[in-house]
């Protein structure tokens, strides 16, 4: 089967939560969805449709087509509350908000990566041989070679013979980064994800992901799902490995009889606001409430830096890649000739 894209696994979100909060059917609608589609999206609509046509649940269908797995267990959750569309509608703005931040990395860096390459080839092919030329006329006049232009030299003599390195390195980067893009964007696991590697970025991700744990909570809670079940099914779709363990580890502690405050001391794993949450709902009775507001909290979190990010990001590139790439560029053509200028005219 072939590589279903971030985008296109939004898609099939928003169309399965369209199809289930109309009522309709999920395998005829799956199946007109397969007729409009292309690509990895047919294939997998078609064989979604099939597997539910022949009585396979949803989630057991899902499993089978091996889609992310912590897609199938948002799927899981938000079956056992009752409440699918809305545990979906919480995965399709999280995946909309990475494709969005994915865009915005791409026309950011689109600049300064045109510059970097502009100014690669012009050093090989022309600023290369212009400093090997100084060094030989500093040769000429018996004049000592400075060590600036020296090492230039040798950058160029070294690029002269390995010139496609860089540009195969380029390639790499650009394949790792079309091929990142699939649906597992939704787990977000570390500097395996580039898109982890720009700053906030991860921040961000991980604010979304606090918001849909809290949310997906709040709807177990509030349909009579005890807590440590609930806690393992939504631990399970928080794409956090610490979250995770720690909801494990609290869900264990619970069913052991014991309280939230005893277990204070050993929240590890658990954003504090969170964790004051769940010890407080505990305590109040109020706990779908007080999840829901610490969801707004996280979202608000999130897209606010979202934006921030948005808007920033873009002229810091073009200032530290750009930038950078023009200053050296000119620094080691005229650079060097400013320095030869002053070494002919020093007695």
């Not at 610490?294 to 990010?309: D, E, G, M, P, V």
């Not at 920033?312 to 073009?318: K, R």
Request: net charge neutral.
């Amino acid at each position: 089967m072939s590589t279903i894209s971030i985008e296109q696994l939004a898609a099939l979100n928003d169309e399965i939560a369209a199809l289930v909060k109309g009522g309709m059917p999920l395998e005829l609608g799956l199946r007109e969805m397969q007729h409009d589609s292309a690509g990895a999206l047919q294939e997998i609509t078609g064989a979604l449709a099939g597997r539910l046509q022949q009585g396979a649940s949803l989630a057991e269908a899902l499993e089978a087509e091996k889609l992310p797995v912590v897609y199938r267990q948002v799927v899981s959750a938000g079956l056992r509350a009752g409440r699918l569309p809305a545990a979906l509608e919480a995965v399709s703005g999280y995946a909309r908000e990475m494709i969005e931040l994915r865009r915005q990395v791409v026309l950011a860096m689109m600049y300064p990566l045109i510059v970097t390459l502009l100014a690669y080839v012009l050093f090989v092919c022309f600023v290369a041989h212009v400093v090997e030329r100084f060094r030989e006329t500093y040769e000429i006049f018996r004049i000592p070679v400075p060590w600036m232009l020296q090492l230039t030299a040798d950058v160029a003599q070294g690029l002269s013979n390995w010139w496609w390195v860089c540009p195969l390195l380029f390639l790499g980067l650009i394949v790792w980064w079309v091929a990142s893009g699939g649906a597992q964007v939704l787990a977000f696991r570390g500097l395996t994800q580039p898109l982890a590697w720009f700053p906030y970025v991860g921040t961000i991700s991980l604010y979304f992901r606090h918001a849909n744990f809290s949310d997906l909570l709040a709807l177990l809670v509030e349909h009579q799902v005890p807590l440590p079940e609930g806690l393992r099914l939504v631990g399970g779709a928080s794409a956090d490995p610490r979250l995770e363990g720690a909801s494990l580890e609290l869900a264990d502690a619970l069913e052991r009889g014991q309280l939230l405050d005893a277990y204070w001391g050993r929240k590890a794993g658990w954003p504090p606001f969170l964790f004051w949450v769940l010890a407080a709902g505990q305590r109040q009775s109020e706990l779908p409430r007080l999840l829901r507001h610490a969801a707004a909290i996280y979202r608000r979190q999130a897209l606010t830096l979202s934006r921030w990010f948005r808007t920033i990001f873009p002229i810091v590139a073009a200032i530290a890649i750009g930038g950078t790439v023009t200053v050296v560029y000119a620094f080691t053509l005229f650079g060097s000739l400013a320095q030869f200028w002053m070494d002919l005219g020093t007695p």
